[in-house]
C-alpha cells in the first residue's frame, strides 16, 4: 500500500492567496483527520471525518479554513484568504475504525505539506 | 491546561544510556494510550500502544497508571538512531480522535 498521500509536499505563498491542501487516506480506511503541527503549539487536530461525514470540526481555527471530503479515497483543507500565522506542517492521517478493524485502530500519517505564508 | 503533557526536553544521553519519559494526562475518559516517534521532518509513527499491565517491544518498555493518569516510556541501551521525538498520545472510546502531546526530543550522542 501506497500510504497516506498527501500534496503539495512543499507551498509557499503570499498572504491572501488561497491554498489548497490534497489528501488521499489508505485505501479501506474509514476516518480521516487533519492536523496542524507548529513548535509553539505541537500536533493540533483540525477535523476528522468519518465515513466522509465531518464529525468534529472544533479545532479549524476559523472561517478561513474548510475541510471536504467528497468521497472515501479524498479529502482537501483549504485557506482563504491565508495569512503568515497559517505557516506550519499540515498532515493528514487515516485508520480503520470499527468492527472491521479487527482491534487494530492504528493511525497512519502522511508525510504532511509545509505551508510557508509571506 | 493542554489534555496531554509532556516535557518538552530535549534530553540528551550517551549511547548505551537508559532514558525514561513521563506524560501526564487529564481526560480521565482515556481510554487507549500510545507512544508515537517522530523523526525530524518526517510524520509521525506508531512506536507503541501502551496497556494496562505495562509492556514491552524490545529495548522499549511502557507502562500506565490510571489513577494518576500517567504514563511513561522507557527505553535501555540508547542508540543513536533513536534520536526523535517521542510523542505522548491518549484517546478516549468509540472512534474518536487521537490527542497527542507536544512530544519530548532524545538526542542519542556518540
Given at each position: 500500500d501506497a500510504g497516506v498521500i498527501q500534496s503539495p509536499r512543499h507551498e509557499v505563498t503570499e498572504m491572501g492567496q488561497e491554498v489548497t491542501l490534497r489528501c488521499k487516506p489508505i485505501s479501506g480506511?474509514?476516518?480521516l483527520f487533519?492536523?496542524?503541527q507548529t513548535m509553539m503549539r505541537g500536533l493540533e487536530l483540525l477535523i476528522y471525518f468519518n465515513n466522509n461525514v465531518p464529525i468534529d470540526d472544533s479545532g479549524m481555527p476559523e472561517d478561513r479554513f474548510s475541510a471536504k471530503m467528497p468521497n472515501a479515497s479524498f479529502s482537501t483543507l483549504k485557506?482563504?484568504?491565508s495569512e503568515p500565522?497559517?505557516?506550519?506542517?499540515?498532515?493528514?492521517?487515516?485508520?480503520?475504525?470499527?468492527?472491521?478493524?479487527?482491534?487494530?485502530e492504528t493511525q497512519y500519517?502522511?508525510?504532511?505539506?509545509?505551508?510557508?505564508?509571506l | 491546561r493542554k489534555e496531554v503533557e509532556q516535557d518538552p526536553g530535549p534530553f540528551n544521553v550517551p549511547e548505551?544510556?537508559?532514558?525514561?519519559?513521563?506524560?501526564?494526562y487529564s481526560n480521565s475518559a482515556s481510554q487507549s494510550f500510545f507512544w508515537y516517534r517522530q523523526d525530524c521532518r518526517k510524520e509521525p509513527k506508531l512506536l507503541m500502544s501502551v496497556y494496562s499491565s505495562g509492556n514491552e517491544d524490545g529495548r522499549f518498555t511502557a507502562q500506565?497508571?490510571?489513577?494518576?493518569?500517567y504514563i511513561s516510556l522507557l527505553i535501555r541501551d540508547s542508540k543513536l538512531s533513536d534520536s526523535a521525538t517521542y510523542?505522548?498520545?491518549?484517546?478516549?472510546s468509540g472512534n474518536t480522535p487521537l490527542v497527542f502531546g507536544k512530544g519530548t526530543r532524545l538526542s542519542v550522542i556518540a
Open positions: 480506511h474509514n476516518s487533519w492536523y496542524r485557506i482563504q484568504p500565522r497559517d505557516s506550519a506542517v499540515y498532515f493528514c492521517a487515516s485508520r480503520q475504525t470499527g468492527s472491521l478493524a479487527g482491534g487494530q500519517f502522511g508525510p504532511g505539506t509545509r505551508l510557508l505564508v | 548505551g544510556a537508559t532514558v525514561a519519559f513521563n506524560c501526564t500506565l497508571n490510571r489513577a494518576s493518569q510523542l505522548c498520545v491518549v484517546k478516549r
